[in-house]
């Protein structure tokens, strides 16, 4: 069993004698503990869990989780493996460890956020210049509970709320919450929702409710009562088993069918076997219809979120990257032009995002039609009638830049981040930064806005060489080839 409060124990060398630790002895070698430690890991089974680090005295040193523990924990006896300067420091001093298995990534997150808390491992210890471990917020005071990652749970907003954590990894936490939310659905958003506001009748939803990850409180698209019962199962899923949570919802399901309530038995059908699927990664279109990633372009990057958590960097936001649009012009020589917006969403394109525009006010003026398109475009989200996205995208230089501002200052409400990516020397111009910013080639975020601003590129051109077909053919003048 793991005493949370021993801390009576001195340091000792991991090769010292400890009848309670497995296969310690005064006379174990480095080289020997280190094989007795490898081999013990690669004999645990290939399930997510929780490994808690011991010295020889029983005392645990660091406690992590892993999506397959073989794998992870058999990593710290690898003379290959650097697990820098705090860890590597760690590992002479292992001499056993004890691991709890878990039904899924996600358990493995929250008890690893228990273990730390109760334990406080000296290896655990990431509290530098003032940082503080991320918390799960679910603010149970609105009549739409909003799910929020925060490392200010004190904070006034956050009164009444139920907090989760300290979490030891914000990017898990993240991966996890997004997860999650294609099963329980409840909104990320800053909107203030009340279901007696009539703005809801008129409000357009993002395009979280659009991929199936938001019932869309703000517009009236799900009962107060109807999304308390989705957060009440949500809250219920991070503290039990997903075992026990399942039988609980086919319960449930059971129960609605008999008193035939079938929409909300249907509801808790669709739950349960998203949270049977919950350990799959890449969704494309399917038989369960998710939506559609674009496969051609989801290869521009090994991993998307990567690109969306290094960007999100590079432009120094505080709220993760869900949403990025890009927006470009084709024509020739003033001849049909047009405009595209694409978007893609955490990191992969969206096609039911996509949009044309043929360009009606000027014929051969990339600017003046840069400030159309973002006129149409935003003009509902200017409105204060929907959200913007969290990152736009102009492709071009400084003056394109220039351009969309212009627009958008027409507007009442403004985007949360412009920025434009200028060809040949892939400088991103942001707005209100006097300098562009210019980042290596192979830099994850620069990849992920030249990804998307190919794509923008790629579909305008599309319709610019699909209108000049028609008008070809209807003045006569050309023939297909």
């Known amino acids: 069993m793991i005493d949370p409060h021993d801390e009576s124990s001195e340091e000792v060398d991991a090769g010292a004698q400890n009848p ?19 081999e013990k890991a690669r004999g645990l089974p290939k399930v997510p869990g929780v490994y808690l680090l011991k010295d020889a005295a029983g005392v645990v040193l660091y406690v992590g989780k892993a999506l397959v523990l073989p794998n992870r924990v058999n990593s710290y006896f690898q003379n290959s493996a650097d697990h820098g300067p705090r860890k590597n420091s760690m590992l002479p001093l292992i001499a056993d460890f004890e691991v709890l298995e878990c039904e899924g990534e996600w358990e493995a997150l929250l008890l690893e956020s228990r273990l730390v808390k109760d334990i406080r491992p000296r290896f655990n210890e990431r509290l530098v210049d003032d940082k503080t471990y991320p918390y799960l917020a679910v ?17 006034e907003k956050f009164k009444g709320a139920r907090i989760f954590g300290p979490f030891t990894s914000a990017h898990s936490l993240r991966q996890a919450v997004q997860l999650l939310q294609r099963v329980f659905k409840y909104r990320t958003c800053e909107l203030d929702i009340r279901s007696d506001d009539p703005r809801n009748r008129s409000f357009r939803p993002c395009l979280l409710h659009s991929i199936g990850q938001c019932t869309a409180p703000c517009a009236n698209r799900v009962s107060p009562e109807n999304y308390r019962a989705d957060i009440d199962r949500f809250l219920r899923f991070l503290g039990s088993k997903r075992s026990q949570m399942l039988r609980e919802l086919r319960s449930e399901m059971e129960e609605a069918a008999e008193a035939r309530r079938f929409e909300r038995a249907a509801v808790v059908r669709d739950q349960i076997r998203a949270i049977e699927r919950l350990d799959e990664r890449e969704r494309r279109r399917a038989a369960d219809g998710s939506f559609d990633w674009q496969p051609e372009v989801t290869s521009f990057v090994h991993d998307p979120s990567r690109g969306v958590r290094s960007l999100q960097k590079t432009l120094d936001l505080e709220t993760p990257i869900r949403c990025l649009e890009a927006i470009d012009i084709a024509h020739l020589a003033g001849d ?30 990339d600017y003046m039609a840069i400030r159309e398109v973002v006129s149409r475009r935003y003009r509902e989200a200017g409105g204060g009638h929907e959200l913007y996205p969290d990152v736009i995208l102009i492709d071009g230089g400084l003056g394109q830049l220039h351009a969309a501002l212009e627009a958008f200052d027409t507007l009442e409400v403004q985007p949360p981040m412009v920025i434009s990516l200028a060809k040949k020397e ?5 707005q209100k930064r006097g300098e562009p910013i210019r980042l290596g080639r192979e830099n994850l975020g620069l ?35």
């Open 139 to 155: 603010t149970l005071r609105d009549e739409f509970p909003g799910v929020f990652i925060t490392r200010a749970p004190g904070d």
């Open 20 to 38: 309670g630790i497995e296969g310690g002895s005064l006379s174990e070698t480095q080289e020997s503990r280190v094989r007795r430690l490898s």
């Open 336 to 365: 049909e032009t047009v405009g595209s917006k694409v978007c893609f969403i955490d990191g992969r394109p969206f096609k039911d995002g996509y949009r044309r525009y043929r360009i009606r006010s000027v014929e051969n003026d």
């Open 447 to 481: 990849k992920l806005c030249q990804a998307i601003r190919d794509e923008a590129h790629r579909f305008a051109q599309h319709y610019h060489h699909m209108l000049r077909s028609r008008s070809l053919f209807e003045d006569g003048s050309g023939r297909a080839d």
């Open 426 to 430: 892939e400088l991103i111009h942001v």
